[in-house]
């Protein structure tokens, strides 16, 4: 039994995002006018062979342990279809 | 109305992944044994002046002109909570 995990891992609110800033910019000057915000982030879709529930919580340990830094990064963790 | 949309920007199946070879080994150096692959991805989350309709269709173009080279990548559009 594997699960497929999504994890997302974005800025805080309040961290600069120069990224999503930058696509932003160049929406505009594409001529997307009606944009108010674009945050950018990481995702990494992880098979792990184990159950749904099990599978969650290593996710979980993985975020702590490497994925985000809890200084600036805030993650979500779902399973993917 | 606004409408928040999440854009998911991966790579193409077969395209190389050097980030995630590289966090898959990470994962691993770790002690978490159980993974069977990691894909990474680029998200971007829009927040767009228009009814849901009309936001995903500006979210296509978006993904066309700018965000996704539709050489290597693959995306998906949605409506964010």
Redesign the interface.
């Known amino acids: 039994m594997?699960t497929k995990i999504e994890i997302?891992v974005?800025l805080k609110t309040g961290m600069a995002d120069p990224e999503?800033a930058n696509?932003q910019k160049?929406?505009h000057l594409?001529g997307?006018d009606?944009?108010?915000?674009?945050?950018?982030?990481?995702?990494?879709?992880?098979?792990?062979?184990?159950e749904k529930e099990a599978a969650l919580e290593?996710a979980e340990?993985?975020c702590q342990?490497?994925?985000a830094n809890p200084v600036v990064h805030k993650y979500t963790i779902s399973v993917a279809d």
């Open positions: 594997v997302r974005g999503g696509v160049a929406l594409l997307f009606n944009i108010d915000k674009v945050e950018s982030a990481k995702c990494y879709r992880i098979i792990i062979d184990k290593i340990k993985m342990q490497l994925l």
